[in-house]
T-cell receptor
Framework: RKEVEQDPGPFNVPEGATVAFNCTYS??????FFWYRQDCRKEPKLLMS???SGNEDGRFTAQLNRASQYISLLIRDSKLSDSATYLC??????????FGAGTQVVVTP | EAGVTQFPSHSVIEKGQTVTLRCDPI?????LYWYRRVMGKEIKFLLH????????ESGMPNNRFLAERTGGTYSTLKVQPAELEDSGVYFC???????????FGPGTRLTVL
């Protein structure tokens, strides 16, 4: 079983619409949770950390459910520039990051 | 502030050859991580340095891979001898403290023919 599971997509989203997706993780000892964004052939870049109480950063909302071990990301008012692969990431021991394979989002005009 | 840099950006070698990848972390970052993404798979952890010491090398695939961080500054990852399955993108990341935001370099794309 993979440490972090994500729906690979693609999620095809009309510009201005809302899209949501989630991931599940297997390591109940994970302490920190993140969403990273990766553009084609680029390095992962931190989009936002995910906190137990849920948190927003502009058009992005992240939620964490520790009991069910899943993390969600919602993007409101999608922009063309939001097209990317979104990586669900949790920490393993000693700060190492465990990545999901990514969810591809394609925002269309 | 300069970000994490990696060299080379691309490397194409033949099976059995040796390749050395270099990573320069953000100045002042004691934590340095190596990750790898092989085609079609998720990014996987290889190892973690704190200054010059290996904190965790549980992700290193086998003894063909050797990582060093002499002096606690830049790090090298040597693959000797390279095999076909070593092809992928090798990312380096650094952070000021453990278990906080990691900044990734642009990666080295390794192709073993």
């Amino acid at each position: 079983r993979k440490e972090v599971e994500q729906d690979p997509g693609p999620f095809n989203v009309p510009e201005g619409a809302t899209v949501a997706f989630n991931c599940t993780y297997s390591n109940s000892a994970s302490q920190s949770f993140f969403w990273y964004r990766q553009d084609c052939r680029k390095e992962p870049k931190l989009l936002m950390s995910v906190y137990s109480s849920g948190n927003e950063d502009g058009r992005f909302t992240a939620q964490l459910n520790r009991a069910s071990q899943y993390i969600s990301l919602l993007i409101r008012d999608s922009k063309l520039s939001d097209s990317a692969t979104y990586l669900c990431v949790v920490t393993g021991g000693w700060g190492k990051l465990q990545f999901g394979a990514g969810t591809q989002v394609v925002v269309t005009p | 502030e300069a970000g994490v840099t990696q060299f080379p950006s691309h490397s194409v070698i033949e099976k059995g050859q040796t390749v050395t990848l270099r990573c320069d972390p953000i100045s002042g970052h004691d934590n340095l991580y190596w990750y790898r993404r092989v085609m079609g798979k998720e990014i996987k952890f290889l190892l973690h340095f704190v200054k010059e010491s290996k904190q965790d090398e549980s992700g290193m695939p086998n003894n063909r891979f050797l990582a060093e961080r002499t002096g606690g500054t830049y790090s090298t990852l040597k693959v000797q001898p390279a095999e076909l399955e070593d092809s992928g993108v090798y990312f380096c990341a650094s952070s000021q403290e453990t278990a906080v935001k990691q900044y990734f370099g642009p990666g080295t794309r390794l192709t073993v023919l």
